[in-house]
């Protein structure tokens, strides 16, 4: 008979054959005239393997039966992959289903599942396992984000190993580049253990406060993997603090048609934690906020009394929002933001 494909979104990771790797009991029925399937291999670990841009593999299956053998569906664990497979299969003949994931999709270890849905009535239901550990060709200990956070004119300074996965090469760290050069330094020397090396990063101290992310590019003589890109997160924070930093007046009752709602307050704290500053005025982008600056410890803490007046309500969603600058008499913290907003009842 002639095979008939049918493409599906399945949830399975493919890699290659492997040394190690154990085939599963035959799965079959009793005789008669019906189908008996059997999917000589169920489940595939490969170890580790080195990142890749798709992985596939395709599973044989056999109709040892004496009527045809239909895969009804392929029920994906996740819908990251897309399958092949022969959907009718003949007393005696073999097929196969074809699983194809993009390596994107993967990091790590990996266990994944398929459910085969087939017309044989004493295996109607049959699970697909493919396992692994993806591994990279440089390894970045410890992984992930590097996070510098500290005060504007702290030293703070993370280190991360660059080592590679590849066996018998000789990794060489061949530059060095980010995006951020205005928020760090960054420099690469050899490590203790032969064919590692450290990569140094510092918070620079003459920031002002402030957050943002960048990238640290790491070239190296491996030609599977030239680049490797590390993020770096960089918060410098300053003397003052603001409470809170967003403030949020709720569900409040706007006024009627061309009229005002009822005005309603709330409150801003600012406290310099060392030496003395001085909060010499405030400025709200939004003509229904106004702002009242009162010292409660001159020259260490201040409040600031920010009243919402509710402008006439023209829709159901209604929302006024504004920016609250409060400027200081701090050189390093010349301003600092409260972010407002309020909604219609």
Not at 82 to 89: C, S, Y
Not at 104 to 131: M, Y
Not at 197 to 222: C, E, H, M, Q, W
Not at 338 to 345: S, T
Request: a neutral charge; charged letters at 25%; one cysteine or more.
């Amino acid at each position: 008979m002639r095979d008939r494909f049918t493409w599906l979104g399945v949830g399975i990771l493919i890699v290659g054959m492997s040394a190690g790797t154990t085939t599963g009991s035959p799965q079959t029925a009793a005789g008669g005239n019906k189908p008996s399937i059997e999917i000589p291999r169920m489940r595939q670990d490969f170890g580790e393997v080195f990142e890749r841009a798709k992985y596939e593999y395709s599973f044989v299956v056999r109709n040892r039966g004496k009527a045809d053998l239909v895969i009804e569906d392929v029920k994906p664990g996740c819908g990251c992959t897309v399958a092949k497979f022969d959907k009718v299969i003949a007393p005696g003949a073999e097929g196969k289903i074809e699983l194809v994931l993009n390596g994107d999709q993967v990091s790590g270890e990996f266990a994944k599942t398929a459910v085969v849905r087939t017309n044989d009535p004493e295996h109607p239901e049959l699970t697909l396992t493919i396992a692994g550990k993806e591994i990279p060709f440089l390894n970045i200990a410890p992984a992930g984000t590097i996070y510098l956070h500290g005060r504007y004119d702290e030293a703070v300074e993370k280190t991360v190993t660059i080592s590679s996965n590849e066996k018998e090469f000789a990794l060489a760290v061949t530059g060095v580049t980010s995006n951020i050069d205005d928020k760090i330094t960054y420099k690469v020397e050899p490590a203790p253990k032969k064919g590692e090396f450290v990569l140094r990063v510092a918070k620079k101290t003459d920031i002002p406060p402030s957050s943002a992310y960048g990238n640290i590019t790491i070239k190296t003589n491996s030609e599977k993997s030239p680049e490797t890109v590390v993020q770096v997160h960089v918060m410098v924070k300053g003397s003052i603090s603001v409470t809170p930093q967003t403030l949020n007046y709720g569900s409040v009752k706007f006024g009627a048609k061309g009229g005002s709602g009822e005005p309603v307050t709330k409150t801003v704290m600012i406290l310099k934690t060392d030496g003395q500053f001085e909060v010499k005025g405030a400025v709200i982008d939004n003509k229904n906020f106004s702002a009242k600056i009162e010292p409660v410890e001159p020259g260490k803490q201040y409040k600031v009394e920010v009243t919402f007046v509710p402008p006439s309500k023209t829709s159901p969603t209604q929302r006024e929002v504004g920016e609250l600058l409060i400027n200081t008499s701090d050189p390093r913290e010349p301003s600092v933001k409260v972010h407002l907003v309020a909604r219609a009842m």
